[in-house]
């Protein structure tokens, strides 16, 4: 499976970016799909993901009520729209996929994720 994330770029503080990840295959239908940006220097952490056995949605704290991940399963593409972004939402976002259910208390661990996109770089600065 192949994921393609695009939609990454430069924007100001405050404003607003949406992020494709794409499959090549309808992988989206049987796991969770998640988004885990890295940072310069830093490891990659979850911001969202998507179960789509239930349809939940889950956020690290940082990032709740400014950002919503989605996904058009026609499509096989998960979107996350970022907004009220800061500069220190600038990453390498990578979006992630798996094969099979999870438990729930692990979806915000990169190690649980089978597939991985090459990333689609944000950047926050005036």
């Known amino acids: 499976v192949q994921l393609q994330a695009s939609g990454g770029g430069l924007v100001q503080p405050g404003g607003s970016l949406r992020l494709s990840c794409a499959a090549s295959r309808p992988t989206f239908n049987s796991g969770p799909v998640g988004w885990f940006p890295q940072a310069p220097g830093k490891e990659r952490e979850f911001v969202a993901a998507?179960?789509?056995?239930?349809?939940?949605?889950y956020y690290a704290d940082s990032v709740k009520g400014r950002f919503t991940i989605s996904r058009d399963k026609a499509k096989n593409t998960v979107f996350l729209e970022m907004s009220s972004l800061k500069p220190e939402d600038t990453a390498v976002y990578y979006c992630?996929?798996?094969?099979?259910?999870?438990?729930?208390?692990?979806?915000?661990?990169?190690?649980?994720?089978?597939?991985w996109g090459q990333g689609t770089l944000v950047t926050v600065s005036s």
């Open positions: 998507i179960d789509t056995w239930n349809a939940g949605t």
């Open positions: 992630s996929a798996r094969d099979g259910r999870i438990v729930i208390s692990a979806i915000d661990r990169a190690g649980q994720y089978h597939y």
